[in-house]
């Protein structure tokens, strides 16, 4: 289960599990967004393939207009997924 809300600053946390199963989830409450924006995985347990498509796809959309996604206070597994797919170069990883 994917929970997602957005707190102060328009920093958007999420928790749970970050899977296929939470995918239209997680797009209808990105899709939303129209600006830079944090996300923060202070509470994220485990992200796949699927959650990771979701990230980029918004990531290039926000990137057309000159907008990215800053993502924050990773897990060292969560860190670990993006370092190995190579996607700590496309995202700013606080």
């Known amino acids: 289960m994917l929970e997602i809300n957005v707190g102060e600053n328009d920093i958007i946390f999420l928790k749970g599990r970050f899977d296929a199963a ?3 989830t997680a797009k209808s409450h990105l899709e939303k967004v129209t600006e830079t924006c944090t996300l923060d995985f202070s509470e994220l347990e485990y992200i796949s393939s699927a959650g990771l498509g979701v990230l ?39």
């Open 56 to 94: 980029i796809a918004t990531y290039q959309r926000l990137n057309k207009d000159g907008h990215k996604i800053k993502l924050r206070n990773m897990s060292k597994l969560v860190r670990d997924v993006f370092k190995f797919s190579r996607l700590d170069t496309l995202f700013e990883i606080e």
């Open 22 to 24: 939470q995918v239209e």
